[in-house]
């Protein structure tokens, strides 16, 4: 698989994906499943932002954070990104959530 890292740019954030709307948190996933009912995200896509917008998955969040150095201690599972693998200094919420345009992974 052939990916283009600068067009995703940096993981910032920690995110969920349900019902059309995308839920994120620097903080990490563990913060972002109070943001509704108990139970409602529960079945929603884990994944991170990264800073130019694009919802990925944890696994390709790993494979980006990977290769732009974002990861200061790489926790179990070994296979996919978790919120405690990034470097504080890289995370934030993108100042754009209000006027947010989910952006569909085509790779």
Same mark, same amino acid.
């Given at each position: #698989?052939? !990916? *283009?890292? *600068?067009?995703?740019? /940096? +993981? $910032?954030?920690? %995110?969920?994906?349900?019902?059309? &709307?995308?839920? #994120? &948190?620097?903080?990490?996933?563990?913060?972002?499943?109070? #943001?509704?009912?108990?139970? $409602?995200?529960?079945?929603?896509? @884990?994944?991170? +932002?990264?800073?130019?917008?694009?919802? +990925?998955?944890?696994?390709?969040?790993? &494979?980006? %954070?990977?290769?732009? =150095? @974002? !990861?200061? *201690? /790489?926790?179990?599972?070994?296979?996919?990104? +978790?919120?405690?693998?990034? /470097?504080?200094?890289?995370?934030? $919420?993108?100042?754009? !959530? /209000?006027?947010?345009?989910?952006?569909?992974? =085509? %790779?």
């Amino acid at each position: #698989m052939n !990916i *283009d890292f *600068d067009l995703y740019g /940096k +993981v $910032v954030c920690a %995110a969920l994906f349900h019902d059309d &709307s995308i839920y #994120m &948190s620097e903080l990490g996933h563990h913060t972002i499943f109070s #943001m509704e009912a108990k139970g $409602v995200l529960r079945n929603a896509k @884990q994944g991170f +932002v990264t800073e130019n917008g694009y919802f +990925v998955d944890r696994e390709l969040g790993l &494979s980006i %954070a990977e290769y732009f =150095n @974002q !990861i200061d *201690d /790489k926790h179990f599972p070994l296979d996919k990104l +978790v919120s405690e693998d990034l /470097k504080k200094e890289d995370l934030k $919420v993108l100042n754009r !959530i /209000k006027e947010y345009n989910y952006k569909k992974n =085509n %790779a």
